[in-house]
């Protein structure tokens, strides 16, 4: 090969003023700048807020426990509690419209977002060499951040049914995970390259080092992600090449209606305790596509 | 702690140092101009909004590579960016030798191309390709071979010999 004649062939490729500008315009903006600094300042108000809300609980449960020691012994919840074990699941996910990350307890109540599609890569499909589209599944890649929060907790794991946990490899907060790398297959899909992902029905964390994942809302190389897709039938026949965005909404508010994440924490004492989400995709349109949860047990 | 502005300026040198190589990458990644001005616009986004190494001449640009590539292989899944520009279009600007050579290129697996443009166009070693682009430096090696000898083969198909 002349490397001379490739070099002149790349050194004609250029980006153009106009685009430079652009990115150099946004720094100066301090509009991304400045969503980082936004995301550190709730976070440390909450950070205090949880600490004197915890504290204010632990003097009325202390209290409680000194003043009513019979009652609560006797009290038809006892047995399940008198360990202190319980837990609940939060969301993190960061807002769409200003990043701004805002942590919500999960029940089972409400949907409650707990991410969004990642960022370019919206509805996939797997390129088979550059140009064989023949083996396309319509799939959908999605950031999300659940961490959950009580009392005597260990560890947590999370395992997910109809659908896979992407994790990046090498990634320490998650300590033991369950699955292989050809779950992929299923998908017609394989995530980074060289084994960067690798696809797991479960994965768990410790307590103490949970992972914060709101800091990757918007990043297409979070270390964890949710791969979900059309069912096998849905798929049949559909091309990459049809289909106007009344049907893109249709598959992908379809896209988690058999999926569950089942949540399991591990007390210290060696106890568990589970609660199961209920998963949902909420088509806004092509750049706000969220994925929901709410406890349905 | 360097103030704002020091990291601003720093910030814009990096952008402006850079800005032909990232969108080299996406370019020959992503085979359209537009798409490749996008990645440019998200790995800079990434570059304001993340840890950065951007006091580290070396490992910066290394960070970049390897962000821009990542955001290639993630916007390749993408059903919306496929097919969006057709390829004679995002061609024509070329001359028709270097129309054929970037053709042949885009006919190599995305990784060889990558590997192609760090080792003979950023003059990077075997073992630093390995390491920016998180590979075995065996798979580098026989991946750098596998694509000489593919790019060539196609050359001389084409009528061209280039080496």
């Not at chain 1, 064989?132 to 560890?155: A, P, T, W």
């Not at chain 1, 949540?263 to 989400?277: M, R, Y």
């Not at chain 2, 054929?100 to 190599?108: K, N, T």
Request: hydrophobic share 35%; proline share 3%; with cysteine.
């Amino acid at each position: 090969m002349d490397k001379k004649f490739y070099r002149e062939t790349i050194d004609s490729i250029k980006i153009s003023h106009k685009a430079v500008d652009e990115a150099i315009e946004k720094l100066h903006s301090g509009d991304t700048v400045g969503k980082v600094i936004k995301m550190e300042k709730p976070k440390h108000f909450k950070l205090k807020a949880a600490g004197m809300a915890a504290a204010v609980l632990a003097l009325v449960v202390a209290l409680s426990a000194v003043f009513y020691p019979y009652s609560a012994s006797k009290s038809p919840v006892a047995p399940k509690n008198k360990n202190n074990n319980s837990f609940f699941i939060t969301a993190n996910a960061a807002e769409a419209t200003n990043d701004e990350a805002k942590s919500e307890k999960i029940t089972s109540n409400d949907f409650v977002k707990i991410g969004e599609v990642v960022p370019t890569v919206g509805f996939l499909t797997y390129d088979v060499g550059d140009n064989d589209i023949s083996n396309d599944r319509m799939v959908g890649l999605f950031n999300y951040d659940l961490k959950c929060e009580g009392n005597n907790i260990d560890k947590v794991t999370y395992k997910i049914d109809n659908a896979t946990f992407c994790v990046k490899n090498g990634y320490k907060p998650v300590i033991d995970k369950d699955g292989q790398n050809d779950l992929f297959k299923l998908y017609g899909l394989t995530v980074g390259e060289e084994g960067e992902y690798g696809a797991y029905y479960s994965y768990t964390v410790d307590y103490d080092n949970q992972p914060d994942l709101s800091k990757y809302a918007d990043d297409i190389t979070a270390p964890l992600q949710i791969l979900g897709g059309i069912n096998e039938k849905e798929q049949k026949g559909q091309t990459t090449k049809v289909h106007g965005k009344a049907k893109w909404s249709e598959y992908y508010n379809s896209i988690f209606n058999d999926t569950v994440i089942t949540v399991t924490v591990t007390f210290k004492d060696g106890t568990e305790q589970s609660q199961k989400l209920q998963l949902q995709c909420d088509y806004k349109d092509d750049k706000n596509i969220l994925v929901n949860a709410k406890v349905i047990e | 702690m360097e103030n704002s502005i020091g990291t601003e300026k720093k910030l814009e040198e990096i952008i402006r140092k850079y800005a032909d190589m990232i969108y080299r990458i996406a370019f020959q990644n992503l085979k359209s101009k537009a798409d490749a001005e996008d990645i440019f616009q998200e790995v800079c986004i990434s570059l304001i909004t993340k840890n950065a190494p951007v006091d580290d001449e070396l490992h910066i640009k290394n960070w970049l590579i390897r962000v821009t590539v990542n955001k290639c292989n993630n916007f390749h899944k993408s059903f919306w960016q496929r097919n969006r520009e057709p390829l004679s279009e995002t061609l024509k600007c070329f001359p028709h030798e270097q129309q054929e050579l970037l053709e042949d290129i885009w006919r190599l697996p995305k990784n060889y191309r990558n590997i192609i443009y760090l080792y003979y166009y950023e003059s990077y070693t075997i073992a630093e390709i390995a390491e920016i682009l998180g590979l075995n430096p065996n798979t580098v090696s026989s991946s750098l071979q596998r694509a000489r000898k593919k790019l060539k083969n196609v050359l001389i198909e084409g009528g061209f010999n280039y080496g």
